[in-house]
């Protein structure tokens, strides 16, 4: 019999993921450009389901019902062109290629486009949940043709992620939305990471305490508000303790921390937008400064640190004040990141439902938290909320914690701890709940030296002051 899927390309994640759809019952057709990644697949995991072994694209492409579904999960970029142009002259209209990897989402929005005119359908789908993700159940960030989606959907949904039930997978929107919410989902991971490592930092500190003991911490907050995969893993990552030397792991590796990219291309198109993802960026950036080893080396002896003394009275008071902090800054960088995805859909007139992209990362993805659930609620109350912050419920919760943010802030600021993701959600929110921003004098600034014109608050129009003249206004 013919197979109901096919999956190209098999190193970790396309083996995996072939594996899923075998073993939720999908015939599946198996290929990979030098075979013996096909031969060892099905050698090792053959009885798992039912997989159809391909040594040439022509008989892979033969394998499959139509239309047929080809997965290509391959290198982003170069190779996801090669292994398309290889498959579109064995393919026919209707089918549907479907790219599973990492690519940028502009090439996706090329691709599909491309293969448009040719009666093929493209689909970029952002995965994500790693090599576990893919054998056990990812989020997945379908986007394409809608018409695809009726076909290809429903065995998506099938191998993703479930929470009560519920798949982690719906359509995200035309052409290349899926691969760009799968950018900015990863754009917040590096938010939500830098907030985790800035907390953990201060406890550290501020307390004195061991990674361990801020470990227990960790998972005590994980029973709360701010439960989700990577809290819990940070609990793990600080408790564990080096074999070699008996240390505190945390304390042994080397403080840089790589980058594969996704959050620079959030931050490209972010600033490309306009809208301000300052969590996102200061994530990103921080990891560049972790990574500066020549300007690190040479600053620290030299810059001055002028900095005072802890005084912490109340050692569980500031554990809660670092909690609530953690959790206000957290909702500024996931309402920054929803803004982006919203500046996008209206850009590219995808229609992305913001609420359901909060509701497919509930399960399976990096970024899994109880709290998706109230950024759901919060679209579903409103599904044109001008900010996640202004919902009643999010506004709540941030007002709550607003007193402790500023006293953690200013404390880090004081003892020379860098939080820069703190920080800068906390400008962020003081910025949208200002009544006058500083802007008018750098508007003032800008008509100054370029005639770059302003508006008045009293008065329609558009006005110039003649600076280098008699100093009247004109309008413009
Ligand atoms: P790699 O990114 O390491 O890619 C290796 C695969 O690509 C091999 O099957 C290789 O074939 C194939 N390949 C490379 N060049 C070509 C080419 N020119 N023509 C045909 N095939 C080619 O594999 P991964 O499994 O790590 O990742 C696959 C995709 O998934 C990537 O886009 C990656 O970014 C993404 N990814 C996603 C993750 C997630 O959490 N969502 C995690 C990791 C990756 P061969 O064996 O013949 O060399």
Not at 227 to 248: C, H, M, N, W, Y
Not at 280 to 302: G, H, P
Not at 334 to 360: L, P, T
Request: charged fraction near 25%; hydrophobic fraction near 40%; include cysteine.
């Amino acid at each position: 019999s013919l197979a109901q899927i096919g999956v190209t390309g098999l190193a970790v994640m396309g083996r995996n993921l072939a594996r899923n759809f075998a073993r939720n019952g999908f015939t599946v057709a198996v290929h990979n450009r030098s075979p013996q990644k096909m031969t060892s697949l099905i050698e090792e995991h053959g009885d798992e389901g039912d997989f159809i072994g391909c040594e040439s694209l022509e008989d892979f492409v033969a394998a499959l019902e139509r239309p047929r579904k080809v997965v290509i999960m391959v290198q982003a970029g170069k190779a996801t062109d090669a292994v398309i142009d290889s498959l579109v002259p064995l393919l026919d209209q209707g089918d549907i290629i479907v790219d599973a990897g990492n690519a940028h989402f502009p090439d996706t929005r090329r691709r599909e486009a491309a293969l448009k005119e040719k009666g093929l359908h493209f689909v970029g789908s952002g995965v994500s949940g790693g090599e576990e993700g893919a054998l056990l159940g990812p989020s997945i960030m379908p986007g394409g043709p809608a018409e695809s989606y009726e076909t290809l959907g429903p065995i998506l949904e099938k191998i993703s992620a479930k929470v009560d039930g519920v798949p982690c997978c719906t359509h995200v929107g035309p052409d290349g939305a899926g691969h760009f919410v799968k950018m900015v989902h990863n754009g917040i991971e590096y938010a939500d990471m830098q907030l985790i490592g800035e907390a953990y930092q201060l406890l550290r500190d501020g307390l004195d305490l061991s990674p361990s003991e801020i470990g227990d911490i960790f998972a005590d907050w994980n029973k709360g508000d701010l439960e989700s995969f990577l809290i819990e893993i940070t609990a793990e990552v600080l408790k564990q303790v080096d074999s070699r030397t008996g240390k505190p792991l945390v304390d042994v590796i080397v403080d840089q921390a790589g980058q594969k990219g996704t959050g620079r291309w959030t931050v490209q198109s972010a600033l490309d937008l306009g809208v301000p993802v300052t969590g996102i960026a200061e994530a990103t950036f921080a990891r560049a400064i972790s990574s500066q080893l020549a300007q690190r080396e040479a600053a620290r002896d030299v810059l001055s640190a002028s900095t005072s003394e802890w005084h912490i009275h109340n050692r569980e008071g500031f554990i809660e004040d670092v909690r609530l902090a953690l959790y206000a800054s957290k909702v500024v960088a996931y309402a920054q990141g929803f803004d982006q995805i919203q500046a996008a859909s209206e850009e590219y007139g995808w229609n992305v439902d913001r609420g359901a992209m909060a509701r497919i990362w509930r399960g399976g993805c990096i970024i899994r938290a109880r709290f998706l659930n109230r950024i759901t609620e919060a679209y579903e109350r409103d599904g044109e909320l001008a900010s996640l912050l202004v919902d009643p419920y999010f506004a709540n919760e941030v007002s709550a914690g607003v007193g402790a943010w500023r006293r953690v802030v200013s404390m880090a600021a004081l003892t020379g701890v860098p939080t820069p993701a703190f920080s800068s959600s906390l400008a962020y929110y003081d910025a949208l709940r200002s009544d006058r921003l500083p802007a008018a004098l750098i508007q003032g600034q800008r008509d100054f030296f370029g005639a770059h014109t302003y508006k008045r608050v009293d008065a329609e129009g558009t006005f110039h002051t003649l600076w280098s003249g008699d100093r009247s206004e004109v309008e413009a």
